[in-house]
């Protein structure tokens, strides 16, 4: 067989680069052909799935509020000191679980009062805590021969009762065993006595209670017996707290001495003095407790 050879003189160059050109735009419009859907008919799937949309979920309800502290209730709202609550009266705790009772909030009528200066107390150290204060009252107690005592819980504080004692008409603290007698005026003489019943000599008797709080408080108008004033040194605790000892002492704490007075006569039941026959400074200062915290007469 013969081979028939067609030379490049029949197929020029350009028209080899023509056709060469002419299919390749033929492929390139073949695959950039969009691909329609039919009229009511399912789109062509993609091969990536769509990505899901969260949904914004709606905020937490509001926690209830607290409820509200009635008129006269020691249960106040716990304060915050340094991020930790400090437990309400009743509830303090020391040692994994030591309770305090609660003083009567607002503290009965006295028969006087008196606020103690912050500086009377930081003479000897800086008072940091509640449990400053207290060293400093104990100290001074122990010094005039108030050795029993009780605490109590009030708001945002505590309160320190000391024993009834029976006292002279100055306010000095009588002699022991007088001091501590609840009964009427000891007599040596027969005559005594009986000069004691005649003139209806009377009998004083004194309570201390130091209440530590930078809450402001009032008085209320009822009246304490002096059977009830007995009574808080046994019925309180006989050490502070460490929850509450621990709390910072602020720059509105203030330590308030309650004076609660008594007279007895003979034949009759003994009554609280309001006012007092003396303010309550003099109480302290006859007691030995101003001078004892260091205060000056």
Same mark, same amino acid.
């Given at each position: ?41 399912? =789109? @062509? ?5 769509? &990505? ?8 937490? @309800?509001?926690? @209830? ?18 991020? /930790? ?5 009743? &509830?303090?705790?020391? %040692? *994994? *679980? ?14 006087? &009062? ?8 930081? =003479? ?7 449990? /400053? #204060? ?7 107690? =122990? ?10 819980? !009030? ?31 000891? !007599? ?5 006595? #009986? ?18 709080? %930078?809450?402001?408080?009032?008085? &209320? ?14 019925? *309180?605790?006989?050490?502070? @707290? ?8 602020? =720059? /509105? ?17 003994? !009554? ?6 003396? %303010? ?13 915290? *260091?205060?000056?007469?």
């Amino acid at each position: 067989m013969r081979c028939i050879t067609i030379s490049n003189n029949y197929f020029p160059r350009w028209m080899t680069l023509a056709l060469l050109l002419l299919c390749l735009l033929a492929l390139g419009c073949h695959a950039e052909k969009p691909i329609r859907a039919k009229p009511g008919g399912r =789109q @062509p799937s993609s091969s990536t799935p769509p &990505t899901p949309v969260e949904m914004p979920q709606p905020p937490p @309800p509001p926690p @209830p509020p607290p409820p509200p502290v009635k008129d006269g209730s020691p249960y106040p709202p716990p304060p915050v000191i340094d991020g /930790n609550p400090m437990p309400p009266p009743g &509830t303090a705790s020391a %040692d *994994g *679980g030591e309770t305090i009772p609660a003083f009567p909030w607002p503290p009965p009528a006295a028969s006087a &009062t008196e606020e103690l200066p912050r500086t009377m107390f930081e =003479q000897r150290a800086p008072l940091r805590t509640l449990g /400053n #204060l207290n060293d400093a009252l104990v100290s001074a107690m =122990q010094t005039t021969g108030y050795y029993e005592k009780s605490y109590y819980a !009030v708001p945002r504080g505590f309160a320190l009762a000391t024993r009834l004692e029976q006292i002279a008409e100055d306010g000095s603290s009588k002699i022991a065993p007088d001091r501590w007698s609840a009964g009427p005026p000891r !007599v040596e003489h027969f005559s005594e006595y #009986l000069r004691a019943l005649l003139t209806a000599n009377p009998g004083y008797y004194r309570v201390v209670v130091f209440v530590v709080t %930078d809450r402001p408080f009032a008085e &209320t108008g009822a009246p304490v017996s002096e059977s009830e004033a007995e009574k808080w040194l046994t019925s *309180g605790a006989n050490k502070l @707290p460490a929850a509450i000892a621990n709390s910072a002492f602020g =720059q /509105n704490t203030v330590c308030t001495a309650l004076i609660y007075e008594f007279e007895r006569s003979a034949g009759s039941a003994p !009554v609280l003095l309001e006012p007092s026959r003396l %303010d309550a400074h003099t109480h302290l200062v006859k007691s030995g407790l101003w001078g004892a915290l *260091g205060g000056s007469q």
